[in-house]
């Protein structure tokens, strides 16, 4: 599925747009509104895709982006396994040590 992503037109209600991305949604994201205790609501829609029910369990994390990620905590296991499969390749500490070099030799 590559290219440019796919717009749809909103499923939101009303004449004018709340936000200045109400108007447009790409296909396959949602909005996720933060309630006034830190809760976060997620569409029915994307409940149902996920097949989400009341007391199920996400692993949160911030990505390099800066973006909001959640995860199963089963996805969550298999991303850390993962960097730990990476981290194997190659000493974490000799990865580090290069970094600071490298740093440093750019300054």
Known sequence: MGGAPRVVASAMSGDEPRSWWEGLIVAGTYEVRLGSQ???VIPAELRAELAAEEGTVYVASVDDTGAL?????????RELQRRWADAEAGSPVDELIAERRREAAAE
């Open 69 to 77: 990620v959640l995860r199963s905590p089963e996805h969550a296991l």
């Open 38 to 40: 830190g809760r976060l």
